[in-house]
């Protein structure tokens, strides 16, 4: 059972254009963490959300956490070819240092000029 | 600061060998995790170590697979008799308080 689901799992478009990736789940997570990873490398964290409703922004990238705290969004503004790559939502169901992250299966990413 | 460093890179064995994956975290980071990831899948979390210590390992196959954190030298991951289902890419992420995960560039696993 993959308590992650993300959506769309491809999306292409073009530079300029504005995009949303969604994260859904039926479990309440503690945290929730966006990654982007590049093809051969590991995993690169973005934010992390915590508080139900919260949003972030890093740069022209927008987060939001779901009021719930089972969902969460990714908007990028104004893509560009340097944002390609796989973007992975992260959950964490415990607190405190223990906790283990559950991946969702990704949205590949890719700009082009 | 070097970030993690995981080797070898990539790894061919064959059928019923014996898999050793190498994971040096951060310095001064404590918390060690190791998380395999199939072709078109995410990371799935296997094992959770402190320094000399197992904290979780829900993760892992109850059979051939192994994990270590000295406490001095690197977190090691074993994987014992390998088959082709174990083919993968496994990865290090090391953090100092267990919230922050730095992920090291993976092992490429190949079992002929």
């Known amino acids: 059972t993959q308590l992650l689901e993300q959506s769309p799992q491809f999306l292409s478009i073009q530079e300029g254009e504005n995009l949303t990736v969604y994260c859904n789940s039926s479990?309440?997570?503690?945290?929730l963490q966006w990654y982007r990873q590049e093809p051969g490398e590991g995993p690169v964290l973005l934010v992390t959300?915590?508080?139900?409703?919260e949003v972030k922004k890093l740069k022209r990238l927008t987060f939001q956490f779901g009021d719930a705290r089972k969902d969460s969004s990714l908007h990028i503004t104004a893509a560009q070819p340097g944002d390609t790559g796989l973007y992975l939502c992260?959950?964490?169901?415990?607190?405190?240092?223990?906790?283990?992250?559950?991946f969702g299966t990704g949205t590949r990413l890719q700009v082009t000029l | 600061n070097a970030g993690v460093m995981q080797n070898p890179r990539h790894l061919v064995r064959r059928r019923g060998q014996e898999a050793r994956l190498r994971c040096s975290p951060m310095?001064?980071?404590?918390?060690v995790y190791w998380y395999r990831q199939l072709p078109e899948e995410g990371l799935k979390f296997m094992v959770y170590?402190?320094?000399?210590?197992?904290?979780?390992e829900s993760g892992m196959p109850k059979e051939r697979f192994s994990a270590e954190f000295p406490k001095e030298g690197p977190s090691i991951l074993r994987i014992q008799q390998v088959v082709r289902g174990d083919s993968a890419a496994y990865f290090c992420?090391?953090?100092?308080?267990?919230?922050?995960?730095?992920f090291g560039s993976g092992t490429q696993l190949s079992v002929l």
């Open positions: 959300v915590v508080t139900g409703g």
């Open positions: 479990s309440v997570f503690s945290s």
């Open positions: 170590l402190q320094k000399e210590n197992i904290i979780d």
């Open positions: 310095k001064g980071h404590s918390h």
């Open positions: 992420a090391s953090s100092p308080t267990g919230e922050k995960l730095f």
């Open positions: 992260a959950g964490a169901l415990g607190t405190g240092t223990a906790s283990k992250l559950t």
